[in-house]
């Protein structure tokens, strides 16, 4: 990238589509002296758990860490709620100076007496990693003692990047699904890896794969609970939508349960009509490949125009996109396609080789990709590409917002779904409303033109 970084560590994780040859570094540790927009492995394991809605969440380390709630990340139950609170054992001086053992079983104690829950996670942070609390004996006693299940997730902050979390997450739920014996398969069932049910996302998926005669065993994790895990090794097939957090998980259940997995994804009208022909292709049942394209056909009809009415607005934009894995920035750029916007920037917090190709093969010459960018960075080449709107989360949106561009958030805290037919209109009236808000008449550029 000739454009000057003042980091030039940086220079292998960026480059320009067309320019040169992509074979851009990623799936590494972020470098030093950066400021990152990863999340830290801890957080990166809560994501994934926290949806597990009769799980007891145990935050063992300093107030701080456990200020990553529910309530920032609105996955929806349709039973417990247990998953709403977010417990702490508030590590403080004395802890970490006499070790914070102690403190965690009673911790458990406490919450045992109170709520009854059959299942804990309890979360390594930072100083636990670095005062050396064995985690795995304290919960190893205390399922005993109460006869529950208690599964320690090895999280420290500083272990590695947000991948390591997700590894830690999928670690944690192996040893929550692996069964004594082996469980029967249920025919033309799925297990749905990767969506956490934001806004009932979930549930969405679930009716269209009801609907072609798929029936959904398992979902990881959104919705669900200790029973509903521990059957995950009854299904006969596993479609992930998250790869970043899962792929680990499907590997491994592939490998030990001799379960398959296949990679979809059901954002946008053609990627959701794309997964669930995949689907029924697998099956190679055509009775379900005849609903599958009757309910594609259905839904194309009446969502065409509506998307078609807000493409009309979109003359001319231009997106800049910055999410947590590959597979969905894959998904974003032909979702932009399709209601008209050029996707000049692209980046992901996780992403890796095999998808940053794929994305090296969709986008336009003159794209920037970059892989752990930092918001110097995201600035600068937001500006130089005259991005008119950011896709990212939460760390994102006052970046777009100082530089007087619209946003969307892709991420967490959203409270609207983006799965599905009924995501594709969501997307599209939000991208409407954000980039041709009334606002932009009050905004001015540095050089004094209004925006408007
Ligand atoms: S980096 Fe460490 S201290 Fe910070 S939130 Fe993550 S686990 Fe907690």
Known sequence: MEAALDIKERNPFIATKGKQKVSLRCDADSISGCVSQRACVYCGARVVLNPVTDAA????GPIGCSSYTWDIRGSLSSGDDLYRNSFSTELQEHDVIFGGEPKLSRAIDEIVAKYQPKLFFVYSTCIVGVIGDDLEAVCKRSAQKHGITIIPVQSSGFIGNKSAGYRAACDALLRLITPEQPLPRKANS??????????????????????IGVSVNSVFTGDSNFDSLREATAGSLNIMQCAGSMTYLATKMQDEFQIPYLRVSFLGMEDTADSLRKIADYFGDPAMLARAEMLIARETEATSPIIAAYRGHFNGKKAAVYVG???????????????????????????????????????????????????AELERFMTQQGADLLVGGVKERPLAYKLGIAFIDHNHDRKHPLSGYIGAVNFAKEVYSTLCSPVWNYIYDWGGENRG
């Open 57 to 60: 969440h145990l935050v063992h």
């Open 190 to 211: 799925v297990n749905y890896l990767g969506d956490f049910n934001l806004a009932g996302e979930a549930w969405i998926i679930r009716n269209y794969l009801t609907e």
């Open 325 to 375: 894995g590959g597979f969905k920035a894959i998904s974003l750029i032909k979702q932009f396609r399709e209601i008209g916007i050029e996707v000049v920037l692209i980046g992901t917090q996780t992403g890796r080789p095999d998808e940053y190709d794929t994305i090296n093969d969709l986008v336009n010459d003159g794209t920037v990709i970059l892989d752990d960018a930092n918001p």
